[in-house]
């Protein structure tokens, strides 16, 4: 190493390196963390060539690494940044004639991504004053401009340290503005791939989405303007990807904004053939589909369980009209000495059109918790997704991890299409429509700023049997006020209730009641309040004596029919064992299920007299 600083931040000390040439090390020409984002000066002007890594950049306090105004030439990596910091600004550079110019990346979760500014990158920028210099087909083989940037948990710690060896991080966007790509042209040369832009080789997850605009390309053909890697197929094996190949660099996008790289404003795709239209040209020499469209973005969503480094449940099957896309759980990126972890994040990345609606078909149960955001932010787009949950009725939805989203309640069977909000017509992020029978959830996802989180929660489903008729129940405000009474009679809040079901045949008015997942005695063991159970089993009791004049329509509630607690895959299905019911209790464990065939048909008389005078204080 020839100049080496590991004390993090230490350019806030007043040390500056200026105006240095550095070449012939067979390691480092430069290890030093880079300057902060708000600093002019302290690492500027310094040159490395002939060196095995130019420059390589390392983490400082702050986190933001301003890279600015210095020189890479005939290194084999010209300028290396990936190290535990949120983003990396790469500015007013001079990089030319490397095996590798620039690579950026980030190691930090909440990463911001990777920016290139106003810099040239070049390949052969002796091709036109000194031909001869490139008689040697060893000075002009395999030169690549750029990689394209990348974000993953951690940074590699061990060498070729531009090779990802962590899981790609959910959002880590990558903005390349005001450069100039020139000289990627050998001509008549014998130089062997030559290539301005290529993806990481070794980014088995892929990489996150990367937006180009006012670029400038000179003497660069298209055949060496871009290539995107194909995945190795070294990567079949157990201790990688599994039986079948990882899914990352099949789902890589380059967006060109104004059409300063492709003469016209378009996309650039993996090869990919399920995910693309009639829109969208394959190149089978660069590797890559350039479609004339922006109306692709990318997916990502995850498992947030606890089990989502060890239970697999991809392949995931990604359809919609004309689109269908599969999909493999991430790399296994960790070692035990010289044996796998046989741990696989379950994350996905997805190329998708936008404006559509696209089915997500999960293999095996779905996880309880999910995350889902749209890498998308200079258009209007968005995309609407449909998931199946395998366990629970009903389903919590979270904008940004903050803001609770009440989806509209469907029942398939006897849905007032009048009724049924259109997600399409008005596009909102985190609206959402839930058809229960189904337990399915659809939703809408539009800009990165737009981030869902979905939970199965627990729910205790009841169906009530009314004299009035269906259709007067939802005239004249009656399933508000009937939310509300029925609130107050459990003494919960009026979000937790929905209406899943309106029978006009036979009357009965289905249910569902959510748990409180911010109750503190509910929220870690993701049960029902046993207060509430027993609040339940009371009002069983009451219903067939006719005293539950406190949900009273203008007509009696004639009965609870039915009274079911759901837990996970599990449930426990009460009916109380009067003339108009019988209770039976089915607790699944493990496999085993207990049933038992009576319980006492009458409820405690202080039990009664405490629940009345509840109704009697909550009467409307």
């Known amino acids: 190493r020839c100049v080496q600083e590991t004390e993090p931040g230490w350019f806030n000390l007043n040390y500056d390196i200026t105006h240095n040439v550095i070449g012939g090390s067979v390691l480092f020409g430069y290890h030093v963390p880079g ?27 702050t986190g933001c690494l301003h890279l600015s105004y210095l020189t890479a030439y005939k290194n084999y990596d010209g300028v290396l940044s990936y190290d535990q910091n949120y983003q990396t600004r790469g500015e007013y550079m001079k990089i030319t004639d490397n095996k590798y110019g620039v690579t950026l990346g980030q190691a930090q979760e909440a990463s911001s991504g990777s920016l290139i500014l106003n810099s040239l990158i070049a390949g052969l920028s002796l091709i036109n004053n000194c031909p001869e210099c490139y008689q040697d087909p060893k000075e002009c083989e395999k030169v690549v401009g750029m990689r394209l940037p990348i974000s993953t948990d951690q940074a590699p710690k061990t060498f070729p340290l531009s090779k990802p060896t962590s899981n790609v991080n959910y959002y880590g966007r990558s903005d390349i503005s005001r450069n100039t790509f020139k000289d990627f042209n050998p001509g008549k040369l014998n130089c062997k791939y030559v290539i301005a832009i290529q993806t990481n080789e070794d980014a088995a997850d892929g990489h996150p989405m990367s937006i180009f605009h006012k670029n400038k390309v000179v003497n660069t053909p298209l055949q060496n303007l871009v290539y995107f890697n194909p995945p190795n197929p070294s990567w079949i094996n157990m201790r990688d990807c599994g039986d079948w190949q990882c899914t990352g660099l099949t789902n890589v996008i380059m967006k060109d904004m104004d059409g300063t790289l492709l003469d016209k404003p378009g996309t650039i795709l993996s090869v990919n053939k399920g995910v693309v239209d009639e829109r969208c040209k394959l190149i089978v020499s660069n590797n890559i589909y350039i479609c004339d469209t922006q109306d692709y973005s990318q997916l990502f969503f995850d498992s947030l369980d606890n089990d989502r480094a060890t239970r697999i449940f991809s392949p995931v099957f990604i359809t919609s009209e004309k689109f269908t896309n599969k999909l493999n759980s991430f790399m296994d990126h960790t070692w035990h000495g010289e044996y796998t972890s046989a741990q696989r994040l379950s994350r ?23 995350r889902w955001q749209l890498q998308e932010i200079y258009t209007q787009g968005y995309i609407i997704v449909r998931v199946k949950f395998s366990h629970q009725e009903s389903v919590q939805l979270t904008i940004n991890n903050h803001q609770i989203k009440k989806p509209q309640i469907i029942d398939t069977l006897r849905i007032r299409k009048q009724d049924e909000i259109d997600l399409h017509k008005n596009p909102v992020c985190g609206e959402a429509k839930y058809y229960f029978r189904e337990r399915t959830l659809e939703f809408v996802l539009t800009n990165n700023l737009c981030t869902i989180y979905t939970r199965e929660v627990e729910s205790i489903r009841i169906s009530l049997k009314v004299e009035v008729s269906v259709k007067d129940f939802w005239k004249n405000n009656n399933r508000a006020r009937f939310i509300d009474k029925l609130s107050a009679l459990l003494n919960i809040p009026t979000d937790r209730l929905k209406i899943a079901k309106a ?11 959510e748990g409180d997942v911010n109750s503190p005695h509910e929220q870690n063991s993701n049960t029902l309040s046993k207060d509430l159970e027993a609040k339940l089993k009371t009002i069983v009791g009451l219903s067939n004596t006719g005293q539950l004049p406190g949900l009273s329509l203008g007509s009696e509630v004639k009965g609870i029919t039915a009274f079911e607690i759901i837990r996970g895959d599990k449930q426990e299905i009460s009916n109380e064992s009067t003339p108009a019911f019988t209770i039976l209790i089915a607790i699944g464990l493990l496999g085993l299920v207990i049933y038992a065939t009576k319980i006492r048909n009458q409820v405690k008389k202080r039990d009664e007299d405490s629940l009345l005078m509840n109704m009697g204080e909550h009467r409307i």
């Open 35 to 61: 300057a902060d984002c708000n600093q002019v000066n302290g690492f500027v002007n310094n040159t490395a060539h002939t060196n095995r890594y130019g420059f390589y950049f390392l983490v400082n306090r």
């Open 348 to 370: 996905f990345l997805s190329i998708v059109r936008l404006k559509q609606t696209y089915e997500i078909n999960l293999q095996g149960s779905s996880p309880a918790q999910m």
């Open 503 to 513: 029978n006009s045949d036979s009357k009965e008015i289905e249910i569902i009641i």
